[in-house]
């Protein structure tokens, strides 16, 4: 991936990716601690399939609920004069307790129609389903289901490309999941990214790991242990009314030049 420029020579596909730790990359780490993430494997898939660069940005921070990725990402993504926006939101707003699936409804067709009126395309996501980690995520997963079926419902009606990875089967397996059980594994990304692609119209590079094996059932350590790590500090970030995403800005918030990989770097990257 280039260094994040000033685009005058822009590239014929300009993609933004707004949204939250899930489209932020959260749980696809590298060595440095940044994140990479499956918004960035669609770029780098979208040039591979094309064989031309592609302009890429992403506003998307992590703990955003939806009214702030609408509020704070929406006008200063559509202000690059993109050709394709993806747009995921509401994951966060489904974990707290009172959670308005017409409201969250509404508000995605808004941001539809207002990323249609500016040229760009819409590419509409639903994240994937993690609720089979977590605890209480029965009551997690009847909100998603509802969201998922009014996300269809909206994709349909206004004719939006639409990746629906909550009903992935696939992506259910505690394989494809970080170790906080909330945030996808860098092979959860990959699945992620061949879904999106495939909603675009195009196939995912032959290079990537999509599937992944069955992991053993947690033991009751592995279950005391998540617990303590992961549980605890998100119900006392609730408490204290702070998100992980304080203080974060967007990642590449201009744009960065992702170029087509080789034929050989493709088979060995």
Same mark, same amino acid.
């Given at each position: 991936m280039s260094e994040s420029h000033e685009a005058t020579d822009q590239a014929p596909i300009r993609y933004v990716a707004i949204g939250d730790s899930f489209t932020e990359g959260v749980g696809d780490e590298r060595p440095d601690g940044s994140v990479r993430g499956w918004a960035d494997l669609v770029a780098q898939? /979208? #040039?591979? +399939?094309?064989?031309t660069a592609v302009d890429y940005a992403n506003l998307a921070i992590r703990g955003r609920l939806l009214a702030p990725i609408i509020a704070e990402q /929406?006008?200063? #993504?559509?202000? /690059?004069?993109?050709?394709? *926006?993806?747009?995921n939101g509401g994951g966060n707003d489904m974990l707290r307790p009172r959670t308005n699936i017409e409201w969250i409804a509404a508000q995605t067709e808004h941001a539809l129609l207002r990323i249609r009126e500016s040229g760009a395309e819409p590419v509409l996501l639903a994240g994937a389903n993690p609720t089979a980690g977590l605890p209480g995520g029965a009551r997690v997963r009847v909100k998603?289901?509802?969201? *998922? $079926? #009014? #996300? &269809?419902a909206i994709a349909e009606r206004?004719? *939006?490309?639409? +990746?629906?990875?909550?009903?992935?089967?696939?992506? +259910? =397996?505690?394989?494809?999941?970080?170790?906080?059980r909330l945030h996808l594994a860098p092979v959860g990304h990959h699945r992620v990214a061949a879904n999106v692609l495939r909603a675009m119209g195009y196939a995912?590079?032959?290079?990537?790991? *999509?599937q992944a094996g069955p992991i053993p059932r947690p033991t009751r350590r592995d279950q005391l242990r998540y617990t303590r790590e992961h549980v605890f500090p998100?119900? %006392?970030? $609730?408490?204290? =009314?702070?998100?992980?995403?304080d =203080?974060?800005?967007?990642?590449?918030? %201009?744009?960065? &030049?992702i170029e087509p990989r080789a034929l050989d770097s493709a088979r060995t990257a």
């Open positions: 898939g /979208l #040039a591979d +399939a094309t064989g /929406l006008e200063p #993504a559509l202000a /690059l004069r993109p050709t394709i *926006v993806t747009f998603g289901d509802e969201l *998922v $079926r #009014a #996300a &269809r206004l004719d *939006v490309r639409f +990746a629906d990875n909550w009903s992935d089967p696939e992506l +259910a =397996g505690g394989q494809y999941w970080s170790p906080d995912a590079p032959l290079d990537w790991e *999509v998100w119900v %006392q970030r $609730r408490l204290t =009314g702070r998100s992980s995403g =203080g974060r800005t967007a990642k590449y918030a %201009q744009w960065t &030049r």
